[in-house]
């Protein structure tokens, strides 16, 4: 058996994640090759660069703020991929809040298909105008999917459901990535980080991923410090309906459970199998410790990292993953 990979923590604040590329440059290069063995060298020749081409005539297009920092990532890894990887929303999570006596209590399963994603996950410390925050990311990614800012809020960011056009699954995504690419909003993943680069608390981190214009819909988790601090954002790009947490808890996976106003022909659940992992993580105690949560179906085939944050306490757990199996030591943040 392979020995478990350490997750490291890597301190970058009055940087940006062009530094953390720098010092784990080995790591970015692993997980784009690992990408393209999966998709295989045809794959990987033909519809990288074309997806590469299409996201970073986007990012241009729309003037995305962090568009510089990730022409300066793909010159440095000088690997297909980086853009369409910065843009890519194809992942399906679970997520929740849970009431707890230290107070609210942020849990997340990433899924996600690409191999290695697991093993080369670190914890990067970052800075931003209301303070400071830890992102569970990757070196190469711009965007931030799962983070928690000590004594403001902890968040993470869930595929949304494919809107339906009528056109089966195929034409329905091919025309919501049409739509993609004629809006100038930020990505999901870039709005959660303005969140926590300049949001004081969990109110500001509230109306910052309720009220900003977003390319495509999402879901956003959100606890704050406070009892009741707990919530599930549920956005299309300019609208959005908030569950607030209740009973002591609310969870969220790919699916709407209150869809916004501007719904449609109705949604398509995201796999893997949206409904039972949502019943399973409301079912899940709240005392429940450590990672012993984290089992199928929410522990499944595409599951890549398990977390648990609480903002109140300042406290942060990461578990990588491949499948249902731990592939790293589980990591705790310093006191």
Known sequence: MQPLARIPLVDIRGYTPLELLFLYRRRARQLAEAVGKMLGSAGWRLLVPAFDRAS???????????????????????????????????????????????????????????????????????????????NVTWPGFSGILQAMAPGRFAAALNQAPMRKHGAGLAGDWLLGRFHVGRTPALPPSHLLRRAFETARDYAAALSTLCMTPLAVPAIYTL????????????????????????????????????????????????????????????????????????????????????????????????LGTADAEPVTEIFELPA
């Open 56 to 134: 970073h005539s986007w990012l241009k297009k729309s003037r995305n703020p962090y568009l510089e920092e990730m022409e300066l990532i793909a010159k440095a890894v000088s690997v297909p991929g980086t853009f369409a990887l910065n843009t890519c929303f194809e992942w399906g999570c679970t997520s929740g809040v849970w009431a707890g006596e230290s107070g609210p209590l942020l849990r997340r399963v990433l899924d996600w298909p690409f191999p290695t994603l697991g093993e080369n996950t670190v914890v990067a410390h970052q800075s931003g105008i209301a303070g400071d925050f830890f």
């Open 223 to 318: 606890s704050g410090t406070r009892t009741g601090e707990g919530c599930v954002i549920e956005r299309t790009e300019d609208g959005y309906s908030v569950r607030q947490i209740a009973g002591g808890k609310v969870c969220a996976t790919s699916q709407f459970e209150s869809p916004p106003a501007d719904a449609g022909q109705g949604w398509r659940p995201r796999p893997i199998d949206s409904q039972s992992r949502l019943q399973y993580a409301l079912a899940i105690p709240n005392r429940t410790s450590g990672f012993s949560w984290f089992t199928p179906p929410i522990a499944n085939v595409n599951s890549r990292l398990a977390m648990n944050a609480n903002a109140a306490a300042g406290t942060l757990s990461v």
